[in-house]
C-alpha cells in the first residue's frame, strides 16, 4: 500500500512538471497566443552578423524579411511563419572576402515565454526563430567557399507602443541556453577556416501589411 507521503510527493512532482512545461505568463487553463492585427507583415534590419565558432564573422550591412500571422488566437510555440527572407550583397568577411547569402523558407516564428515590460514597455516575447536554411557562397585570398546553415536562433519580439509602428524583433544568442546554427556542406578551399557552428545578430523592425506593428500577448 502506498503511503500518503509518496502520494503527495507524486502529485507535487506532476504539478511541478505542468508549470515548468507552460509560458512563463500567468495563464488560464485556455490560455492562447494573440497576435493583432493578424496577416501579412514586413521586417528590416540594418547590419546584421553571422559569427562562427572560431570567431570569423560575416556582416551584410542591410536584411529585410517577410511573412505572415494566419491565425489567432493559437496554442502556440508557432505564431507565425517567415516566407521570404533576404540580405543585401555583397556582405563582407575576413581575409578580404565578399559573401552573397540565399535563403530557403519558410522559417518559423515561435514563442516560448511572454512578459510585461520589454523595450516599449508595451510586453516582450521570448522564442526564437526555427527551421533556418540558408547557401552562403564566398571568395577570399584563400579561394571560393560555400556552405550551409541550418537551424534555430534565440529571439525576441518587444511590443511596439501603444498603437504604434516601432515593434522589433530582436535576434541574438540567449544568455543561457544558446541556440547555435550548424554548418555544414563545406565546399572549396575558402572553407578550410570555417566553424561548425555559427550564431546570428539583427534587429529587425516589423510591421504590419497595415502600417503599425503586431501586438503578441499571452493569457
Request: aromatic residues 6%; hydrophobic residues 35%; charged residues 5%.
Amino acid at each position: 500500500m502506498l503511503k500518503k507521503t509518496s502520494v503527495l510527493t507524486a502529485v507535487g512532482a506532476a504539478a511541478a512538471a505542468v508549470a515548468l512545461a507552460a509560458p512563463s505568463a500567468m495563464a488560464g487553463p485556455t490560455a492562447a497566443w494573440t497576435v493583432t492585427p493578424t496577416g501579412a507583415f514586413t521586417g528590416t534590419a540594418g547590419e546584421t552578423a553571422l559569427t562562427d565558432n572560431i570567431g570569423n564573422q560575416i556582416k551584410c550591412a542591410t536584411a529585410s524579411a517577410s511573412g505572415n500571422a494566419p491565425t489567432s488566437p493559437t496554442a502556440g510555440p508557432q505564431l507565425a511563419s517567415i516566407t521570404a527572407a533576404a540580405f543585401n550583397a555583397p556582405c563582407v568577411g575576413p581575409f578580404s572576402s565578399t559573401w552573397t547569402i540565399s535563403t530557403t523558407t519558410p522559417w518559423t516564428l515561435n514563442g516560448t515565454s511572454y512578459a510585461a515590460g520589454g523595450t516599449n514597455g508595451t510586453g516582450v516575447t521570448t522564442g526564437n526563430i526555427g527551421s533556418i536554411s540558408a547557401t552562403v557562397s564566398g571568395t577570399s585570398v584563400l579561394g571560393a567557399c560555400t556552405f550551409k546553415v541550418t537551424g534555430s536562433v534565440n529571439a525576441k519580439y518587444n511590443n511596439p507602443s501603444s498603437g504604434g509602428s516601432n515593434g522589433t524583433l530582436d535576434v541574438a544568442p540567449a544568455a543561457t541556453s544558446p541556440l547555435l546554427l550548424t554548418i555544414g556542406s563545406k565546399t572549396g578551399p575558402g572553407c578550410g577556416i570555417v566553424g561548425a557552428t555559427a550564431t546570428f545578430k539583427g534587429s529587425y523592425s516589423i510591421k504590419h501589411s497595415s502600417g503599425v506593428s503586431p501586438v503578441i500577448s499571452y493569457s
